[in-house]
């Protein structure tokens, strides 16, 4: 049940793309229901109060009844515990306790890791025809909501989706950037050293081809296995800043406007650079979150239904900052988003302990990618697709660890 749970969200672009196609439907409802199949399947083999999932539910608990008081007592409603925003959190809550019960047998292991690597290329090959010939090629209809017939592409400033259009706007960055990961460190784990370096290189043409900040922030982030998993060699770390100059030197040559790129889309230089460009827009969402956190600090605006207001004085039509990171105290308060916080930390631990015993830090890495990303983008999205695929593999590799130490321990 898990490896076809798995494959399913590998392919949840394409899958997005049939279902926009025939249904005009998004891939989140197929990703949300797979979920909750998932949790029927755990249910059906019996539940198993394990200390983890003891502590999932008593912070699911705790959400809930947060949320049914603060709409009680502030006038709030229910209607958004429903909303996408909080579904991401519970979801994704529920998705670790049907993980608990379910694993990947060695061929479904080796099917998912296969299909990682096709939905790899695809990615790079697909950013790449956006890039030089059609940047509208397999892009949902609301990617680019501006009026195609007076809209002309900038190859210099707009932001390219590949594949992931259909699976949801943060996934091009998320989701790219946690298979990349994965497959880099299974590379790197099989000392396969010409396809680490091809890992290496394709993903960066993708980081820099799809234009956002965050993307290559992420992108070096989960790179820093390398240097991790090479025990910081000095040969090693000389020949990849050999590589990553070349490469940089082959696509100015190959006409790429690379320093284009850098200054007009990274560094914002044609509007005063980057303080007076995407920054100043995160800055302002900061004043925003100062002036708000203190209408209600325990329930949140929210609770306190201050939610238009709120909209206003960001300027935006949905009640959400730029820095994702802070969006839950800010809405829910300490009371609603501390389970939030809790939970996070929990399982940073977990990833962090078993890549110090492991030397495996992907999961680890992945996961500090998506929090700080979650500084400069809108909400975080659990039930992103790279965080879903990160996340089963890594219950997969823990319950490997836990047979292995009771086979030692007899």
């Known amino acids: 049940m898990q490896g076809i749970y798995l494959l399913l969200i590998i392919f949840s672009p394409f899958i997005g793309y049939l279902l926009e196609y025939f249904y005009d439907l998004d891939v989140s409802i197929a990703i949300a229901g797979a979920t909750f199949l998932l949790l029927a399947s755990y249910f059906v083999k019996g539940i198993r109060f394990k200390n983890f999932i003891t502590l999932i539910l008593i912070l ?53 890791y296969t299909g990682m690597y096709v939905l790899f290329f695809i990615s790079v090959v ?65 000392n396969k050293r010409y396809l680490t370096i091809a890992l290496f290189i394709l993903a960066l043409l993708y980081a820099i081809f799809q234009k956002s ?12 296995q390398i ?26 040559w190959a006409g790429v406007p690379l320093a284009d790129i850098v200054n007009y889309r990274y560094l914002d230089k044609d509007v005063g650079g980057i303080t007076h460009g995407s920054y100043q827009a995160r800055e302002s969402s900061f ?19 201050n939610l238009s207001d709120f909209s206003r004085e960001l300027g935006r039509s949905r009640p959400r900052l730029l820095i994702g990171i802070l969006d839950p105290l800010l809405l829910e308060g300490i009371v609603g988003s501390l389970w939030l916080y809790l939970f996070i ?15 495996n830090y992907a999961y680890f890495l992945i996961f500090i990618g998506f929090l700080v990303t979650n500084l400069s983008i809108n909400y975080m999205n659990f039930m992103d697709m790279g965080i879903i695929i ?21």
């Open 345 to 359: 930390a929990m399982l940073l631990r977990q990833l962090y302990l078993y890549g110090r015993h492991t030397r």
């Open 227 to 252: 240097p991790i998993r090479t025990k910081f060699k000095f040969r090693r770390a000389v020949l990849y800043i050999i590589i990553f100059i070349l490469f940089i030197q082959t696509l100015i």
């Open 126 to 190: 697909v950013i790449i025809i956006q890039q030089f010939a059609n940047p509208l090629f397999f892009t949902s209809k609301d990617w680019y909501v501006r009026d195609l017939t007076s809209y002309q592409f900038n190859i210099i400033k707009d932001r390219l989706p590949s594949i992931y259009s259909f699976s949801g706007s943060q996934s091009a960055g998320i989701a790219f950037n946690a298979i990349y990961a994965l497959l880099l460190e299974k590379s790197l784990k099989n």
């Open 60 to 112: 699911l608990l705790y959400y809930i009844i947060s949320a049914i008081l603060s709409a009680y007592f502030y006038g709030g409603t229910l209607f958004y515990f429903r909303d996408i925003y909080r579904n991401n959190f519970l979801l994704f809550a529920l998705l670790l306790i049907a993980l608990s019960s379910n694993t990947l047998s060695a061929g479904e292991y080796q099917n998912v």
């Open 213 to 224: 900040r965050w993307v290559l922030i992420y992108y070096f982030i989960v790179s820093l």
């Open 287 to 305: 004043r925003v979150f100062q002036q708000f956190v203190n209408v209600n600090p325990l329930w949140g605006v929210q609770g306190e239904g």
């Open 390 to 410: 990160m996340i089963v593999l890594y219950n997969n590799e823990r319950y490997k660890l836990s047979l292995e130490k009771e086979l030692y321990a007899k």
